[in-house]
């Protein structure tokens, strides 16, 4: 899926960079990720599940809002 991205990115003009981990904690691996790229905004998308489904499963969005320093665009 990575290198469908690039390819539509390079097709587009617009630089890409594709990375996979698997890790225990998702909101701080993004972090990471980006302030070790020197990245100046974290982009992410929300699933709007709810207040229930928020109980359950947690927000990585918020978790990711409350523990960078980068700007955050949230996506609905």
């Given at each position: 899926m990575l290198?469908?991205?690039e390819?539509?990115?390079?097709?587009a003009g617009v630089a890409f960079e594709g990375y996979?981990?698997?890790?225990?904690?998702?909101?701080?691996?993004i972090i990471e990720a980006?302030?070790?790229?020197?990245?100046?905004l974290i982009v992410m998308v929300t699933h709007g599940r709810g207040p229930f489904g928020e109980?359950?499963?947690?927000?990585?969005?918020?978790a990711v809002l409350a523990g960078s320093k980068l700007?955050?665009?949230v996506l609905h």
């Open positions: 290198a469908r991205f390819a539509r990115a390079r097709e996979h981990d698997q890790v225990p904690r998702i909101d701080r691996a980006a302030e070790s790229r020197g990245c100046d109980f359950l499963f947690g927000s990585h969005t918020k700007p955050l665009l």
